[in-house]
Protein backbone atom coordinates (compact mmCIF):
# COMPACT_ATOMS: atom_id res chain seq x y z
CA UNK A 1 0.00 0.00 0.00
CA UNK A 2 1.63 3.40 -0.99
CA UNK A 3 1.49 6.69 1.32
CA UNK A 4 -0.44 8.65 -1.17
CA UNK A 5 -3.74 9.73 -0.48
CA UNK A 6 -6.38 7.20 -0.88
CA UNK A 7 -9.64 8.64 -3.33
CA UNK A 8 -13.37 7.85 -3.34
CA UNK A 9 -14.91 7.17 -6.41
CA UNK A 10 -18.73 7.43 -7.27
CA UNK A 11 -19.06 5.45 -10.76
CA UNK A 12 -22.43 6.84 -11.67
CA UNK A 13 -24.79 5.75 -14.19
CA UNK A 14 -25.24 8.90 -15.92
CA UNK A 15 -22.43 11.08 -13.64
CA UNK A 16 -19.20 10.02 -11.78
CA UNK A 17 -17.14 12.08 -9.20
CA UNK A 18 -13.90 11.28 -7.33
CA UNK A 19 -13.21 12.61 -3.89
CA UNK A 20 -10.46 13.13 -1.64
CA UNK A 21 -10.01 13.94 2.01
CA UNK A 22 -8.47 17.27 2.20
CA UNK A 23 -6.07 18.12 5.16
CA UNK A 24 -8.01 18.83 7.70
CA UNK A 25 -10.14 15.99 7.40
CA UNK A 26 -12.73 16.67 4.83
CA UNK A 27 -13.82 14.75 2.40
CA UNK A 28 -14.21 17.30 -1.22
CA UNK A 29 -15.02 16.37 -4.96
CA UNK A 30 -12.40 17.19 -6.83
CA UNK A 31 -12.68 18.73 -9.82
CA UNK A 32 -12.12 17.15 -13.58
CA UNK A 33 -10.43 19.67 -16.03
CA UNK A 34 -13.55 21.05 -17.35
CA UNK A 35 -13.73 22.40 -13.51
CA UNK A 36 -17.15 20.82 -13.09
CA UNK A 37 -17.49 18.77 -9.61
CA UNK A 38 -18.76 15.62 -11.88
CA UNK A 39 -18.25 14.12 -15.14
CA UNK A 40 -20.85 12.65 -17.27
CA UNK A 41 -20.50 8.86 -17.66
CA UNK A 42 -20.34 9.32 -21.34
CA UNK A 43 -17.49 7.97 -23.76
CA UNK A 44 -16.88 9.17 -27.14
CA UNK A 45 -14.32 6.98 -29.56
CA UNK A 46 -12.65 8.72 -31.29
CA UNK A 47 -9.16 7.37 -33.65
CA UNK A 48 -6.81 6.41 -31.04
CA UNK A 49 -8.51 8.48 -28.39
CA UNK A 50 -11.68 8.77 -26.35
CA UNK A 51 -13.24 11.71 -24.77
CA UNK A 52 -15.20 11.31 -21.64
CA UNK A 53 -17.81 13.84 -20.22
CA UNK A 54 -19.36 16.59 -21.36
CA UNK A 55 -17.19 17.05 -24.83
CA UNK A 56 -18.85 13.53 -24.69
CA UNK A 57 -21.73 14.29 -23.82
CA UNK A 58 -22.19 17.24 -26.35
CA UNK A 59 -20.93 14.55 -29.31
CA UNK A 60 -23.90 12.35 -28.21
CA UNK A 61 -25.90 14.19 -30.85
CA UNK A 62 -23.77 14.58 -33.39
CA UNK A 63 -22.28 11.06 -33.74
CA UNK A 64 -24.35 8.87 -31.69
CA UNK A 65 -22.34 5.58 -33.05
CA UNK A 66 -19.45 6.57 -31.32
CA UNK A 67 -21.22 7.12 -28.14
CA UNK A 68 -21.40 5.08 -25.03
CA UNK A 69 -23.91 6.20 -22.20
CA UNK A 70 -25.18 4.29 -19.53
CA UNK A 71 -22.53 1.55 -19.14
CA UNK A 72 -23.22 0.80 -15.86
CA UNK A 73 -26.51 -1.09 -16.67
CA UNK A 74 -24.28 -3.42 -18.70
CA UNK A 75 -21.93 -4.22 -15.45
CA UNK A 76 -21.26 -7.88 -14.97
CA UNK A 77 -22.63 -8.85 -18.19
CA UNK A 78 -20.22 -11.32 -20.48
CA UNK A 79 -18.59 -9.92 -23.75
CA UNK A 80 -21.65 -11.95 -25.54
CA UNK A 81 -24.07 -9.85 -24.09
CA UNK A 82 -22.86 -6.46 -24.32
CA UNK A 83 -19.82 -5.00 -26.22
CA UNK A 84 -19.07 -2.32 -28.15
CA UNK A 85 -16.99 -2.14 -31.29
CA UNK A 86 -14.79 0.53 -32.21
CA UNK A 87 -11.64 0.74 -34.50
CA UNK A 88 -10.67 -3.31 -34.08
CA UNK A 89 -11.39 -3.38 -30.46
CA UNK A 90 -14.60 -4.09 -28.58
CA UNK A 91 -14.91 -2.88 -25.95
CA UNK A 92 -16.50 -4.86 -22.84
CA UNK A 93 -18.74 -3.62 -20.04
CA UNK A 94 -15.41 -3.22 -17.85
CA UNK A 95 -12.92 -1.77 -20.39
CA UNK A 96 -16.02 1.55 -21.25
CA UNK A 97 -15.93 1.68 -17.13
CA UNK A 98 -12.18 2.00 -16.67
CA UNK A 99 -11.92 5.04 -19.35
CA UNK A 100 -14.23 6.56 -17.34
CA UNK A 101 -12.38 5.93 -14.31
CA UNK A 102 -8.99 6.85 -15.95
CA UNK A 103 -10.40 10.05 -17.06
CA UNK A 104 -11.51 10.75 -13.32
CA UNK A 105 -8.41 9.76 -12.07
CA UNK A 106 -5.81 11.46 -14.25
CA UNK A 107 -7.85 14.65 -14.08
CA UNK A 108 -7.91 14.63 -10.01
CA UNK A 109 -4.04 13.70 -9.98
CA UNK A 110 -3.29 16.76 -12.01
CA UNK A 111 -5.32 18.56 -9.68
CA UNK A 112 -3.62 17.51 -6.59
CA UNK A 113 -0.58 16.79 -7.75
CA UNK A 114 -0.37 13.45 -6.63
CA UNK A 115 -0.29 10.05 -7.93
CA UNK A 116 -3.60 8.47 -7.38
CA UNK A 117 -3.85 4.38 -7.00
CA UNK A 118 -5.86 3.29 -3.90
CA UNK A 119 -9.21 4.21 -4.50
CA UNK A 120 -13.04 2.82 -3.11
CA UNK A 121 -15.71 2.59 -5.55
CA UNK A 122 -19.21 2.50 -4.77
CA UNK A 123 -21.59 0.26 -6.45
CA UNK A 124 -25.50 0.03 -5.73
CA UNK A 125 -26.15 -1.87 -2.73
CA UNK A 126 -28.34 -4.23 -5.25
CA UNK A 127 -24.85 -5.06 -7.53
CA UNK A 128 -24.53 -8.76 -7.33
CA UNK A 129 -21.49 -10.75 -7.77
CA UNK A 130 -20.69 -10.59 -11.07
CA UNK A 131 -21.35 -6.76 -11.48
CA UNK A 132 -19.05 -6.20 -8.41
CA UNK A 133 -16.22 -8.11 -9.58
CA UNK A 134 -16.73 -5.77 -13.04
CA UNK A 135 -16.46 -3.01 -11.07
CA UNK A 136 -13.06 -4.34 -9.53
CA UNK A 137 -12.08 -5.52 -12.95
CA UNK A 138 -12.40 -1.54 -14.23
CA UNK A 139 -10.36 -0.12 -11.37
CA UNK A 140 -7.73 -2.65 -12.13
CA UNK A 141 -7.84 -1.65 -15.45
CA UNK A 142 -7.64 1.83 -15.19
CA UNK A 143 -4.53 1.27 -12.89
CA UNK A 144 -6.34 2.04 -9.44
CA UNK A 145 -5.69 -0.04 -6.68
CA UNK A 146 -9.56 -0.80 -5.68
CA UNK A 147 -9.39 -1.53 -1.61
CA UNK A 148 -12.95 -1.88 -1.76
CA UNK A 149 -16.53 -1.79 -3.46
CA UNK A 150 -18.53 0.18 -1.23
CA UNK A 151 -22.44 0.26 -1.33
CA UNK A 152 -23.77 3.35 -2.24
CA UNK A 153 -26.07 4.08 0.54
CA UNK A 154 -23.14 3.48 3.15
CA UNK A 155 -21.29 6.01 1.19
CA UNK A 156 -24.43 8.62 1.70
CA UNK A 157 -24.47 7.93 4.90
CA UNK A 158 -20.78 8.40 6.11
CA UNK A 159 -20.77 11.81 4.24
CA UNK A 160 -24.02 12.24 6.19
CA UNK A 161 -22.79 10.87 9.52
CA UNK A 162 -19.81 10.92 10.14
CA UNK A 163 -20.19 14.76 11.62
CA UNK A 164 -23.21 13.56 13.81
CA UNK A 165 -22.18 10.72 15.40
CA UNK A 166 -22.86 12.03 19.07
CA UNK A 167 -26.03 11.03 17.96
CA UNK A 168 -27.82 7.67 17.62
CA UNK A 169 -30.18 8.07 14.39
CA UNK A 170 -31.57 5.80 12.55
CA UNK A 171 -31.99 6.52 8.69
CA UNK A 172 -33.15 5.95 5.66
CA UNK A 173 -31.65 6.30 2.33
CA UNK A 174 -33.31 6.92 -0.92
CA UNK A 175 -30.69 7.04 -4.17
CA UNK A 176 -32.29 7.75 -7.06
CA UNK A 177 -30.45 8.58 -9.85
CA UNK A 178 -29.94 8.74 -13.44
CA UNK A 179 -30.24 4.62 -13.71
CA UNK A 180 -30.85 2.46 -10.44
CA UNK A 181 -32.75 3.02 -7.03
CA UNK A 182 -31.26 2.10 -4.07
CA UNK A 183 -32.90 2.31 -1.01
CA UNK A 184 -31.49 1.50 2.65
CA UNK A 185 -32.16 1.30 6.24
CA UNK A 186 -29.60 2.04 8.24
CA UNK A 187 -28.52 2.51 12.08
CA UNK A 188 -25.96 5.51 12.85
CA UNK A 189 -25.20 4.25 16.64
CA UNK A 190 -22.26 5.44 18.48
CA UNK A 191 -19.39 3.61 16.87
CA UNK A 192 -20.78 2.36 13.94
CA UNK A 193 -23.03 2.59 10.94
CA UNK A 194 -24.75 -0.45 10.66
CA UNK A 195 -27.23 -1.55 7.42
CA UNK A 196 -30.42 -3.13 8.38
CA UNK A 197 -31.93 -4.10 5.54
CA UNK A 198 -31.35 -3.11 1.63
CA UNK A 199 -33.17 -3.14 -1.99
CA UNK A 200 -32.89 -1.76 -5.14
CA UNK A 201 -34.26 -1.96 -8.28
CA UNK A 202 -31.31 -1.05 -10.83
CA UNK A 203 -34.01 -0.75 -13.95
CA UNK A 204 -35.26 1.71 -12.25
CA UNK A 205 -34.00 5.52 -12.72
CA UNK A 206 -34.02 9.14 -14.62
CA UNK A 207 -33.65 7.38 -17.73
CA UNK A 208 -37.44 5.85 -17.34
CA UNK A 209 -38.67 9.37 -16.55
CA UNK A 210 -36.68 10.75 -19.96
CA UNK A 211 -38.62 8.09 -21.54
CA UNK A 212 -41.70 8.70 -20.65
CA UNK A 213 -41.10 11.85 -22.26
CA UNK A 214 -39.20 10.46 -25.91
CA UNK A 215 -41.91 8.12 -26.45
CA UNK A 216 -44.91 10.97 -25.59
CA UNK A 217 -42.92 12.99 -28.32
CA UNK A 218 -42.69 10.13 -30.69
CA UNK A 219 -46.25 9.06 -30.32
CA UNK A 220 -46.54 12.73 -31.19
CA UNK A 221 -44.86 12.45 -34.52
CA UNK A 222 -46.76 9.16 -35.70
CA UNK A 223 -50.38 11.08 -35.09
CA UNK A 224 -49.18 14.51 -36.69
CA UNK A 225 -47.02 12.93 -39.71
CA UNK A 226 -46.72 9.55 -39.33
CA UNK A 227 -43.05 9.18 -39.04
CA UNK A 228 -41.20 7.57 -36.30
CA UNK A 229 -37.87 10.12 -34.86
CA UNK A 230 -36.85 7.60 -33.22
CA UNK A 231 -35.64 5.16 -35.72
CA UNK A 232 -32.64 8.00 -36.66
CA UNK A 233 -29.89 7.73 -34.16
CA UNK A 234 -29.00 11.53 -34.07
CA UNK A 235 -32.54 12.55 -34.32
CA UNK A 236 -33.35 9.98 -31.35
CA UNK A 237 -30.33 11.60 -29.45
CA UNK A 238 -31.55 14.67 -29.80
CA UNK A 239 -34.82 13.64 -28.24
CA UNK A 240 -33.69 11.95 -25.46
CA UNK A 241 -31.31 15.12 -24.47
CA UNK A 242 -34.78 17.83 -24.63
CA UNK A 243 -36.46 15.23 -22.56
CA UNK A 244 -33.80 15.32 -20.20
CA UNK A 245 -34.10 18.88 -20.39
CA UNK A 246 -37.48 19.43 -19.95
CA UNK A 247 -37.98 16.87 -17.02
CA UNK A 248 -35.55 19.15 -15.05
CA UNK A 249 -37.52 22.11 -16.22
CA UNK A 250 -40.22 20.56 -14.30
CA UNK A 251 -38.94 20.72 -11.44
CA UNK A 252 -39.23 24.08 -11.11
CA UNK A 253 -41.89 24.75 -13.79
CA UNK A 254 -45.46 23.91 -14.11
CA UNK A 255 -45.31 23.35 -17.77
CA UNK A 256 -42.89 23.34 -20.68
CA UNK A 257 -42.84 23.83 -24.46
CA UNK A 258 -41.09 20.87 -26.41
CA UNK A 259 -40.21 21.14 -30.14
CA UNK A 260 -38.54 18.63 -31.92
CA UNK A 261 -37.72 18.27 -35.73
CA UNK A 262 -37.16 15.31 -37.49
CA UNK A 263 -36.77 14.46 -41.44
CA UNK A 264 -38.28 17.96 -42.27
CA UNK A 265 -41.21 17.49 -39.71
CA UNK A 266 -41.40 19.31 -36.57
CA UNK A 267 -43.46 18.70 -33.77
CA UNK A 268 -44.45 21.46 -30.58
CA UNK A 269 -45.78 20.38 -27.59
CA UNK A 270 -46.67 21.65 -24.11
CA UNK A 271 -46.35 19.03 -21.28
CA UNK A 272 -47.90 20.07 -17.65
CA UNK A 273 -46.74 19.21 -14.88
CA UNK A 274 -49.59 17.06 -13.89
CA UNK A 275 -49.81 15.19 -17.11
CA UNK A 276 -46.10 14.30 -16.50
CA UNK A 277 -46.83 12.81 -12.84
CA UNK A 278 -49.79 11.03 -13.77
CA UNK A 279 -47.31 9.71 -17.00
CA UNK A 280 -45.07 8.61 -14.17
CA UNK A 281 -47.27 7.23 -11.35
CA UNK A 282 -46.47 3.69 -11.82
CA UNK A 283 -43.06 4.43 -11.85
CA UNK A 284 -43.41 6.00 -8.39
CA UNK A 285 -45.51 3.62 -6.98
CA UNK A 286 -42.30 1.25 -7.81
CA UNK A 287 -40.26 3.29 -5.67
CA UNK A 288 -42.79 3.36 -2.83
CA UNK A 289 -43.13 -0.53 -2.83
CA UNK A 290 -39.60 -1.19 -2.87
CA UNK A 291 -39.13 1.09 -0.04
CA UNK A 292 -42.66 -0.71 2.29
CA UNK A 293 -40.79 -3.68 1.40
CA UNK A 294 -37.34 -2.50 2.76
CA UNK A 295 -38.39 -1.35 6.29
CA UNK A 296 -40.90 -4.32 6.52
CA UNK A 297 -37.22 -6.65 5.73
CA UNK A 298 -36.42 -4.73 9.28
CA UNK A 299 -39.64 -5.19 10.46
CA UNK A 300 -39.24 -1.81 11.23
CA UNK A 301 -42.30 1.63 10.58
CA UNK A 302 -41.81 4.99 9.82
CA UNK A 303 -41.67 6.85 12.52
CA UNK A 304 -38.84 5.08 13.90
CA UNK A 305 -36.89 6.74 10.91
CA UNK A 306 -35.11 10.04 12.59
CA UNK A 307 -34.48 10.88 9.18
CA UNK A 308 -34.36 10.37 5.13
CA UNK A 309 -31.56 11.03 3.52
CA UNK A 310 -31.44 11.92 0.02
CA UNK A 311 -29.04 11.15 -3.17
CA UNK A 312 -29.19 11.34 -6.55
CA UNK A 313 -30.15 13.87 -8.70
CA UNK A 314 -34.20 12.31 -9.20
CA UNK A 315 -34.50 13.20 -5.91
CA UNK A 316 -34.89 16.96 -6.73
CA UNK A 317 -38.35 16.21 -8.91
CA UNK A 318 -41.23 17.46 -6.48
CA UNK A 319 -43.26 14.10 -6.96
CA UNK A 320 -40.60 12.43 -5.50
CA UNK A 321 -40.44 14.68 -3.03
CA UNK A 322 -44.33 14.22 -2.45
CA UNK A 323 -43.76 10.09 -2.54
CA UNK A 324 -41.11 11.04 0.18
CA UNK A 325 -43.14 13.07 2.68
CA UNK A 326 -46.43 10.38 2.39
CA UNK A 327 -43.76 8.33 4.24
CA UNK A 328 -44.98 9.90 7.36
CA UNK A 329 -43.52 13.33 6.76
CA UNK A 330 -40.14 12.56 8.27
CA UNK A 331 -37.55 14.82 8.61
CA UNK A 332 -35.19 14.99 5.43
CA UNK A 333 -31.61 15.58 5.74
CA UNK A 334 -30.36 19.11 4.73
CA UNK A 335 -26.83 19.92 4.22
CA UNK A 336 -25.73 16.37 1.82
CA UNK A 337 -25.51 17.27 -1.56
CA UNK A 338 -27.61 15.21 -3.17
CA UNK A 339 -24.55 14.81 -6.59
CA UNK A 340 -21.92 14.49 -4.07
CA UNK A 341 -22.59 12.68 -1.00
CA UNK A 342 -21.49 9.22 -2.48
CA UNK A 343 -18.00 10.23 -3.81
CA UNK A 344 -17.49 12.04 -0.62
CA UNK A 345 -18.47 9.16 1.51
CA UNK A 346 -16.30 6.61 -0.84
CA UNK A 347 -13.14 9.33 -0.23
CA UNK A 348 -14.28 8.81 3.85
CA UNK A 349 -14.49 5.14 3.95
CA UNK A 350 -11.08 5.16 1.40
CA UNK A 351 -9.23 6.74 4.80
CA UNK A 352 -11.02 4.18 7.05
CA UNK A 353 -9.30 1.47 5.06
CA UNK A 354 -6.02 3.26 5.22
CA UNK A 355 -6.37 3.55 8.79
CA UNK A 356 -7.37 0.02 9.47
CA UNK A 357 -4.25 -1.12 7.06
CA UNK A 358 -1.89 1.42 9.23
CA UNK A 359 -3.18 -0.25 12.15
CA UNK A 360 -3.31 -3.93 11.07
CA UNK A 361 1.36 -2.89 9.85
CA UNK A 362 1.74 -1.24 13.28
CA UNK A 363 2.01 2.10 11.04
CA UNK A 364 0.55 3.72 13.89
CA UNK A 365 -0.98 6.19 11.08
CA UNK A 366 2.78 7.44 10.42
CA UNK A 367 2.58 6.09 6.99
CA UNK A 368 -1.32 8.02 6.78
CA UNK A 369 -1.12 11.99 5.46
CA UNK A 370 -3.03 13.48 7.69
CA UNK A 371 -2.71 15.85 10.97
CA UNK A 372 -4.35 14.21 14.57
CA UNK A 373 -6.91 16.99 13.99
CA UNK A 374 -7.83 15.59 10.90
CA UNK A 375 -7.66 12.37 12.00
CA UNK A 376 -9.49 12.27 14.91
CA UNK A 377 -12.82 13.17 12.37
CA UNK A 378 -12.81 8.86 11.68
CA UNK A 379 -12.49 7.92 15.11
CA UNK A 380 -16.22 7.26 17.54
CA UNK A 381 -16.71 8.49 20.85
CA UNK A 382 -14.35 5.51 22.07
CA UNK A 383 -11.70 6.43 20.33
CA UNK A 384 -11.67 3.43 17.98
CA UNK A 385 -12.06 3.78 14.07
CA UNK A 386 -15.54 4.25 12.55
CA UNK A 387 -17.05 0.85 11.61
CA UNK A 388 -19.14 0.19 8.71
CA UNK A 389 -21.18 -3.09 9.14
CA UNK A 390 -22.60 -3.97 6.03
CA UNK A 391 -25.03 -7.11 4.98
CA UNK A 392 -25.22 -8.88 1.98
CA UNK A 393 -28.11 -7.87 -0.54
CA UNK A 394 -28.59 -11.12 -2.19
CA UNK A 395 -28.77 -14.89 -0.65
CA UNK A 396 -26.28 -16.97 -1.82
CA UNK A 397 -27.17 -20.65 -2.15
CA UNK A 398 -26.26 -24.09 -4.00
CA UNK A 399 -28.07 -26.35 -6.31
CA UNK A 400 -29.07 -29.50 -4.91
CA UNK A 401 -31.32 -32.61 -5.82
CA UNK A 402 -34.57 -32.81 -4.26
CA UNK A 403 -35.29 -37.26 -3.86
CA UNK A 404 -38.81 -36.34 -3.45
CA UNK A 405 -39.60 -34.26 -6.17
CA UNK A 406 -36.61 -35.25 -8.40
CA UNK A 407 -36.15 -31.93 -9.06
CA UNK A 408 -33.27 -29.66 -8.62
CA UNK A 409 -33.89 -26.94 -5.79
CA UNK A 410 -31.29 -24.16 -4.71
CA UNK A 411 -30.66 -24.66 -0.96
CA UNK A 412 -29.64 -21.10 0.48
CA UNK A 413 -25.86 -21.23 2.29
CA UNK A 414 -25.97 -17.08 3.16
CA UNK A 415 -29.35 -15.27 3.18
CA UNK A 416 -30.12 -12.09 2.37
CA UNK A 417 -29.48 -9.39 5.04
CA UNK A 418 -26.49 -11.52 6.81
CA UNK A 419 -23.90 -9.38 8.21
CA UNK A 420 -20.49 -9.92 6.45
CA UNK A 421 -17.79 -10.54 5.78
CA UNK A 422 -19.32 -14.42 6.60
CA UNK A 423 -17.89 -17.37 6.33
CA UNK A 424 -20.53 -20.58 6.47
CA UNK A 425 -19.92 -24.23 5.81
CA UNK A 426 -22.72 -26.94 5.64
CA UNK A 427 -22.08 -30.47 4.91
CA UNK A 428 -24.25 -32.68 2.08
CA UNK A 429 -24.29 -36.10 1.21
CA UNK A 430 -23.46 -37.25 -2.23
CA UNK A 431 -26.41 -38.07 -3.90
CA UNK A 432 -25.64 -41.46 -5.75
CA UNK A 433 -23.27 -44.42 -5.21
CA UNK A 434 -20.09 -44.13 -7.33
CA UNK A 435 -20.04 -40.74 -8.19
CA UNK A 436 -16.82 -39.49 -9.79
CA UNK A 437 -17.17 -35.92 -9.01
CA UNK A 438 -19.70 -33.49 -7.46
CA UNK A 439 -20.25 -30.11 -9.52
CA UNK A 440 -21.15 -27.06 -7.69
CA UNK A 441 -24.21 -25.18 -9.20
CA UNK A 442 -23.14 -21.55 -7.05
CA UNK A 443 -26.44 -19.38 -7.33
CA UNK A 444 -27.48 -15.96 -6.30
CA UNK A 445 -31.38 -14.77 -5.44
CA UNK A 446 -34.17 -15.25 -3.66
CA UNK A 447 -35.92 -18.30 -5.18
CA UNK A 448 -35.56 -21.54 -4.43
CA UNK A 449 -35.83 -22.34 -8.56
CA UNK A 450 -32.57 -22.82 -9.99
CA UNK A 451 -33.93 -20.96 -13.43
CA UNK A 452 -35.01 -18.07 -11.07
CA UNK A 453 -31.16 -16.85 -9.71
CA UNK A 454 -28.56 -15.81 -11.16
CA UNK A 455 -26.06 -18.10 -12.08
CA UNK A 456 -22.79 -16.84 -10.23
CA UNK A 457 -20.60 -20.46 -11.39
CA UNK A 458 -20.22 -23.71 -11.46
CA UNK A 459 -17.09 -25.78 -9.85
CA UNK A 460 -16.26 -29.27 -10.12
CA UNK A 461 -14.57 -31.80 -8.24
CA UNK A 462 -13.04 -35.13 -8.44
CA UNK A 463 -14.48 -37.67 -5.76
CA UNK A 464 -12.19 -41.09 -4.79
CA UNK A 465 -13.69 -44.12 -6.43
CA UNK A 466 -16.47 -46.29 -4.90
CA UNK A 467 -18.58 -44.06 -2.36
CA UNK A 468 -21.47 -45.34 -1.11
CA UNK A 469 -24.82 -42.75 -1.94
CA UNK A 470 -24.45 -40.20 1.03
CA UNK A 471 -20.69 -39.53 1.73
CA UNK A 472 -20.14 -36.06 3.23
CA UNK A 473 -19.01 -33.33 1.30
CA UNK A 474 -18.12 -30.02 3.09
CA UNK A 475 -18.86 -26.64 0.99
CA UNK A 476 -17.88 -23.16 2.93
CA UNK A 477 -18.98 -20.17 1.31
CA UNK A 478 -16.74 -17.32 2.48
CA UNK A 479 -18.03 -13.81 1.64
CA UNK A 480 -15.38 -11.36 1.78
CA UNK A 481 -16.01 -7.24 2.41
CA UNK A 482 -16.29 -6.67 -1.55
CA UNK A 483 -19.39 -9.17 -1.33
CA UNK A 484 -17.56 -11.24 -3.69
CA UNK A 485 -17.69 -14.84 -3.03
CA UNK A 486 -15.35 -17.57 -2.43
CA UNK A 487 -16.08 -21.70 -2.42
CA UNK A 488 -14.12 -24.39 -0.70
CA UNK A 489 -15.53 -27.84 -0.83
CA UNK A 490 -13.76 -30.27 1.79
CA UNK A 491 -14.13 -33.97 1.76
CA UNK A 492 -11.62 -37.20 1.85
CA UNK A 493 -9.10 -35.13 3.49
CA UNK A 494 -9.01 -32.67 0.74
CA UNK A 495 -9.84 -29.07 0.93
CA UNK A 496 -10.23 -27.70 -2.85
CA UNK A 497 -11.05 -23.76 -3.37
CA UNK A 498 -13.08 -23.42 -6.28
CA UNK A 499 -12.60 -21.12 -8.67
CA UNK A 500 -15.97 -19.60 -9.93
CA UNK A 501 -16.02 -19.12 -13.91
CA UNK A 502 -17.80 -16.05 -13.62
CA UNK A 503 -19.59 -15.13 -17.54
CA UNK A 504 -17.76 -11.83 -17.23
CA UNK A 505 -15.21 -10.39 -19.15
CA UNK A 506 -12.20 -10.95 -17.55
CA UNK A 507 -10.13 -13.50 -15.70
CA UNK A 508 -7.63 -12.28 -12.95
CA UNK A 509 -5.18 -13.31 -15.12
CA UNK A 510 -6.41 -11.20 -18.49
CA UNK A 511 -6.34 -7.77 -16.74
CA UNK A 512 -2.79 -6.96 -17.12
CA UNK A 513 -2.83 -7.69 -21.10
CA UNK A 514 -6.00 -5.69 -21.46
CA UNK A 515 -5.00 -3.25 -18.98
CA UNK A 516 -1.65 -2.79 -20.75
CA UNK A 517 -4.05 -2.43 -24.42
CA UNK A 518 -5.81 0.16 -23.46
CA UNK A 519 -3.10 1.60 -22.38
CA UNK A 520 -1.91 2.77 -25.71
CA UNK A 521 -5.61 4.89 -25.81
CA UNK A 522 -5.51 8.46 -24.86
CA UNK A 523 -8.28 9.48 -22.65
CA UNK A 524 -9.32 13.21 -22.17
P1 LIG B 1 -27.30 10.96 -10.46
O1 LIG B 1 -26.90 9.78 -11.32
O2 LIG B 1 -27.53 10.61 -9.06
O3 LIG B 1 -26.42 12.15 -10.64
O4 LIG B 1 -28.74 11.40 -10.99
C1 LIG B 1 -28.86 11.97 -12.20
C2 LIG B 1 -30.32 11.90 -12.62
O5 LIG B 1 -31.04 12.92 -11.95
C3 LIG B 1 -30.49 12.12 -14.09
O6 LIG B 1 -31.55 11.31 -14.59
C4 LIG B 1 -30.88 13.58 -14.15
O7 LIG B 1 -31.61 13.89 -15.32
C5 LIG B 1 -31.72 13.73 -12.90
N1 LIG B 1 -31.83 15.10 -12.38
C6 LIG B 1 -30.82 15.91 -11.99
N2 LIG B 1 -31.31 17.09 -11.56
C7 LIG B 1 -32.68 17.02 -11.67
C8 LIG B 1 -33.76 17.92 -11.38
N3 LIG B 1 -33.56 19.14 -10.90
N4 LIG B 1 -35.01 17.48 -11.63
C9 LIG B 1 -35.25 16.24 -12.13
N5 LIG B 1 -34.27 15.36 -12.41
C10 LIG B 1 -32.99 15.74 -12.19
Not at 302 to 320: A, F, I, N, Q
Not at 431 to 436: I, V
Not at 485 to 509: C, M, N, P, Y
Request: charged residues 25%; aromatic residues 6%; proline residues 5%.
Amino acid sequence: MSSKRPVGIDLGTTFSAIAHIDHFGEPQVIPNAEGEMVTPSVIFFEEGRVAVGTYALQHAIAEPERVVEFVKREMGKSPADFSRKFGEHAYTAEEVSSLILRKLKQDAEKRIGEVIEDAVITVPAYFNDPERTATIHAGELAGLNVLQVLNEPTAAALAYGITRLSTDQTVFVFDLGGGTLDVTLMKVEGDAIRMVATNGDHRLGGKDWDDLIVNLIAEEFDREHSKNPLLDLRSYQELQTRAVAAKIQLSRRREVMLVHSFDGASVRREIKREEFETMASPLVERCRSLCEMTLSDAGAQWKEVDSLLLVGGMTRMPMVRELIRTFGDRPIAEGVNADEAVARGAAIQAMLCRFEKDRQTGGGGARTPLGEAARARFTNREGGLIEVRNITSHTLGVVLWDEQRLEPYVFPMIRKMTPFPIEVENAFGTAAPNLEKVVVHVVEGESTVPDECTVLGTCEIELPPFLPKGSPVSLLYRYNANQVLEVVVRGFGKETVATIRRGTAFKESDIAAAKADLAQLKVD
